[in-house]
């Protein structure tokens, strides 16, 4: 089978992203595996036995977050970095207590990936920014840590934040926004 540096499950619902990552990752010689959604990723995961797994937060029906434990579950020795457009700290610090070994926010080059495998943190990441967190980067942070603290549970978040159901879902909805 030769000198391959492992197996990588890519557990991430964007079909393009995944298929340029896993392009990327077998010219660096890993065997990859692309699922589209948690629950595919979670079934495929005992069979495939990955040495390594990518994993988005945000997809349909079942979040990146909740499986997380299930796939490391099925691969305990996997090392797991998670990779989402939707990073806060509230995630991270979940992810990272659930088993994840890095985290990463999109977009993140092939390298950046496989340096967070070997638990490198982002330089990007871990600098102290010049210029002080916006109150709406804040606003995001805090609404992902009660979410996080109520495990998603959207009405018992927006209860606890005192504000109408649909307003948070409405701000889930849209991008974090940049500090």
Known sequence: MGDSPGRLLLVDDDEQFTAVMSRSLQRR???TLACHSAETAVSACAEFAPS????????????????????LEAAPAARLVVLTGYS???TAVAA???GATN???KP?????????FDGAANPAETAVPADPISVERLEWEHIQRVLS???????ATARALGMHRRTL???LQKRPVRR
């Open 108 to 116: 993140a080059t092939v390298d950046e990936v496989l340096a967070a």
């Open 169 to 171: 879902q409405r701000k």
């Open 96 to 98: 990272t207590r659930a």
């Open 149 to 155: 603290d109520n495990d998603n549970n959207i009405s």
């Open 29 to 31: 010689g890993f065997d």
């Open 88 to 90: 806060s700290i509230a």
């Open 103 to 105: 985290y990463l926010c």
């Open 52 to 71: 390594h797994i990518l994993l988005d937060l945000n997809m349909p029906e079942t979040s990146g977050l909740i499986a997380l434990p299930a796939l």
